[in-house]
């Protein structure tokens, strides 16, 4: 990991009050538009019965949604215990804690020890890692069938956001920084490792892509 993004550094801006500010905002208005967007793009392909890996999955709200529509099991890998206690409460109220295994770990240095998945979702995570290619990866190679990312659009003006966002956090010494990954780097990446482009649906702000392994996923049942 880069030595502007720390361990320290994620829990700088990933911290407990936030996860218990996103999970009472889930409670009350549901899925923010952009976890809106991808759980839809799957639902629409089918989930019944398939299994999901989510890498920096958070409070685990795209969890929950999929779990309701029908999808067997869960696996959420987090860097940081930040969202454990948020993400144990919103699972116990769903009625979900015995369908979803959680895990504190870097899933970069210690892939190994998760098992691959018929669908893995990085949410706004490719942007929060500066190594790409090692990260995307991992993911690839988990991914039985779907590859599902957000991350921000290439244009001038994210470029500029990002670049403030990064200035200010250096001036407060904060140990993290936003990485806007090249698109065309992205595909590259999870072609490289098998999979083919299949869907791309840019928003204000966060893309979506979907990369896939094969014709399609399983039949549902």
């Not at 801006?13 to 549901?30: H, K, T, V």
């Not at 966060?206 to 094969?214: S, V």
Request: proline fraction near 4%.
């Amino acid at each position: 990991m880069s030595d502007c993004c720390t361990p320290k550094g994620y829990r700088q801006i990933f911290s407990e009050r936030g996860a218990r500010a996103q999970a009472r905002d889930y409670r009350r208005n549901g899925l923010d538009a952009t976890s809106r967007r991808i759980v839809d793009l799957l639902k629409e392909r089918g989930v019944q019965g398939l299994t999901l890996l989510e890498i920096g999955g958070g409070i685990g709200a795209i969890q929950i949604e999929l779990l309701k529509a029908g999808m067997a099991r869960a696996v959420s890998v987090e860097l940081t215990p930040s969202y454990e206690a948020s993400a144990a409460g919103l699972l116990r109220e769903a009625g979900l804690a015995d369908r979803v295994e959680r895990r504190v770990m870097d899933f970069v240095e210690a892939a190994t020890e998760v098992a691959s998945a018929d669908i893995v979702v990085m949410n706004r995570v490719v942007c929060c890692y500066p190594d790409l290619p090692r990260l995307e990866g991992a993911a690839a190679d988990h991914a039985l069938h779907t590859l599902v990312m957000s991350f921000p659009k290439e244009r001038w003006w994210t470029r500029v956001m990002v670049w403030m966002a990064n200035v200010g956090m250096a001036i407060t010494r904060r140990e993290f920084r936003i990485f806007l990954h090249p698109v065309v780097q992205i595909w590259a990446t999870g072609e490289s490792h098998g999979l083919e482009r299949s869907v791309s649906r840019p928003g204000v702000f966060w893309e979506i892509a979907a990369m896939q392994r094969g014709a399609a996923l399983p039949a549902t049942v």
